[in-house]
């Protein structure tokens, strides 16, 4: 049974506005109704909360909602689903002993991930994919020190992560990355339990197509020269997704140019370029020696 005295408490845990709280009542009594809804959402609940970490990653396949819960069961479940993983949240938080100023990050993170108004109000509740990512804050699978963040990748690396913005503020900048890298070094040491692991990035901020015509001295080229970058597969969509957001892109010659940045790939996509998924390895001399 779902008790709203939990939904409170994961409201107030992780910040989320009040408005949200009668929606998340409203799916709880939905799901109380019926014992096949309710054993559907608690068996994903405890996949989520308590099963394998690694297994996180298969939900980011998953397109039709009977795939993971059971038909009709009301799409706010995935908001649901976050709110009630306070509990496990606090309790890693409390183990990785988070200083204060990651721990609001780390937070906010979870927050802005259920707040997300525009696939709220197109799918009903927030994407499997946005459910998981916040369970990767929630598992303590990623943490967030600075610019970058940092993923737990099979127990065996690290990965970068790129978010499109920060509490903090700051661009992609060397210097950033440097404090970024160095922060996370502890957190890493504490939370993962890796000493000096491998640094993996894999990014269309990384793809040659994209970085090819810049000059030496931006921030982006600076980023791009930090990594051994091969290339991987087909980057269009979040080439289009992250360069152009929430523009129409049926014809590339009608896209902006408000930016260097748009300028430059969308000439490439009139020409025909294809894109490819930049797969970096972080050269950590260069960040060390700060070269």
Known sequence: MIKKSDIDSGIKFFNIDNKYKEKCYECADFLNADSRFLKSFQ????????GN???????????DISDLFIKE???????????????????NMDKAQLDTKIADTHIKRIKTIFENDADIALHGGILFTQM????YFIRMRIIEAGRLQYENF??????????????????LTVEAVRKSYLESKALTENVFGFFDPDYLCESWLLSKQVVSDFDKETNLYKFYSLFDVSEGEDCLKDVLHYVFPGMEKENYKNLPEKTTLQKVVKEKLINGTTFKLGMGKLIKEKIINNN
Request: aromatic share 14%; with cysteine; hydrophobic share 40%.
């Open 154 to 171: 099979d127990g065996k690396l690290i990965k970068i992560h790129i978010p499109s913005s920060v509490p903090s503020g700051e661009k």
């Open 43 to 50: 068996d994903v609940y405890d996949f989520l909360n308590y």
């Open 53 to 63: 970490i690694n297994n996180l990653k298969k939900i980011w396949e998953i397109e």
């Open 73 to 91: 069961i009301p799409p706010f479940a995935t908001n649901l689903m976050v709110v009630l993983g306070y509990e496990k949240c606090r309790e």
């Open 132 to 135: 998981s990512w916040a369970y």
